[in-house]
């Protein structure tokens, strides 16, 4: 039985869905904090969702996250990792749809308020798994811009922005960029001794 | 308002009335969903509505826009939605020839805006001018029939958007119109394209002018969703890689 961190349920309910929250995870533990993210927000307080897939295929994702127990049904997932392996896009999964590259940042923002005005549920999230993933195909420049537009994007449009990294391999100028532009940070990053 | 998503906040509240505006695209970069969604929006706002279309037969188009959910066969149905065959009309007038001259422009002009004082057309989209263009021998001809066509459209009070086709590559001219004339004449042009980044092509839309707005010059990352079109700005970062 996989033991959740409810240290990060109760910090968000602390949170709105105008925040955007700064996830640091560490190599080992990636899973178990997202998971423990969406659980409440899924359960507690019945959110939908999008989840943008930079580190992981959806499909895997979602195998992880049903075998735990967590529903993915209300999560509509955009998939950056799969097109990149012939056949990766081959699924089963109505709710996935697939990014050519995770260079495409702007394709990633337009499919993903494609998916909020379909969305069912009065309050919904994104989630970015993970800035580190995106950040060996994009620029630290582009990357910064696209985060300073991602969080204020979903801000303006009352939707819950959370941002999954690790920060030992995010570059530093995007780091402090997160640091800035985020509300809140759930901190279960590794911590690195030198 | 077109009624397009982010358009009109591009252009800073809409396509002014009776304008006559150039759409140029480069293949496959979202013209034609433009210009059917342009019309479809305005459909559902109880305008009359016609698509004059040149590059294809208008089953094989309303066969295609049926994927979007915008689309809305009922609107055909209720005459808001009017799609006309370019080879058609041109048969009717008896212009079964590869050239025009002045009198065949004049009977082309004079055709499309009868139709549209008779069904009351408000929106017009020709898809593509481009092709009708290439049976107008040269470029003082091609000027004289689109600044006529314009003429009688915005004394009609029919807002157009007109269809070209550009190659990616030429000078900065040639990338915005097939023929170096459009763009002088006509009140608007959005340009359609795309943005190649480490191989991958992204779709932009960009208003190089619109007469009577005070419309936003950059360059917007375009989506074609089940929605219609979507937009977006473009990365600042990500232009030029």
Redesign the interface.
């Known amino acids: 039985m996989i033991e959740f961190d409810t240290g990060i349920a109760e910090q968000l309910l602390e949170v709105t869905t105008t925040s955007s929250v700064q996830i640091r995870v560490g190599t080992s533990n990636s899973n178990l904090v997202i998971a423990s993210t969406l659980l409440p927000l899924l359960q507690d307080f019945e959110m939908g969702g999008v989840y943008i897939s930079a580190s992981q295929a959806a499909p895997d994702i979602i195998e992880t996250m049903n075998g735990i127990g967590i529903d993915t049904s209300r999560i509509q997932f955009i998939d950056c990792v799969s097109s990149g392996i012939i056949g990766g896009t081959e699924s089963d999964h109505p709710n996935i749809s697939f990014i050519d590259s995770p260079i495409m940042l702007e394709s990633m923002m337009l499919r993903t308020l494609y998916w909020l005005e379909s969305a069912p549920q009065a309050q919904n999230f994104v989630i970015l798994d993970s800035v580190n993933a995106l950040s060996i195909y994009n620029d630290e420049r582009m990357l910064a811009e696209y985060l300073h537009t991602f969080i204020n994007t979903y801000r303006a449009r009352d939707v819950l922005s959370l941002i999954v990294n690790v920060p030992d391999q995010t570059p530093a100028g995007v780091l402090a960029n997160l640091d800035l532009y985020c509300s809140d940070l759930v901190d279960r990053g590794q911590i690195l001794i030198s | 308002m077109t009624g397009i998503n982010g358009l009109d906040e591009i252009l800073r509240g809409g396509i002014p009335y009776g304008s006559a505006v150039l759409v140029a695209g480069t293949c496959g970069s979202g013209k034609t969903t433009l210009g059917v969604e342009f019309l479809i929006n305005g459909a559902k706002m109880g305008e009359a509505c016609a698509h004059f279309s040149a590059t294809e037969p208008s089953v094989k188009l309303l066969e295609n826009v049926r994927q979007y959910g915008f689309f809305d066969m009922d609107l055909v149905d209720q005459g808001l939605i009017n799609v006309f065959d370019m080879d058609v009309l041109f048969s009717w007038l008896g212009l079964d020839k590869s050239t025009f001259d002045l009198d065949d422009i004049d009977a082309i002009v004079k055709a499309i805006t009868d139709i549209v004082n008779t069904i009351g057309v408000t929106r017009l989209v020709i898809d593509s001018a481009t092709s009708l263009c290439y049976k107008i021998p040269n470029e003082q001809l091609i000027r004289d029939f689109l600044f006529k066509l314009g003429k009688q459209l915005s004394t009609l009070g029919c807002t157009s958007m007109l269809i070209a086709e550009i190659t990616a590559t030429g000078t900065a001219s040639s990338k915005r119109s097939a023929f170096g004339v459009e763009e002088a004449i006509l009140d608007g042009i959005v340009l359609l394209g795309d943005v190649e980044?480490?191989g991958?092509l992204?779709r932009y839309l960009q208003v190089i002018k619109m007469r009577g707005t005070d419309h936003s010059r950059a360059k917007y990352?375009?989506?074609l969703?089940?929605?219609g079109v979507?937009?977006?700005?473009?990365?600042?970062?990500?232009v030029n890689?």
């Open positions: 980044r480490m991958h992204l990352a375009l989506e969703t089940p929605n979507m937009l977006t700005p473009m990365l600042k970062w990500g890689i």
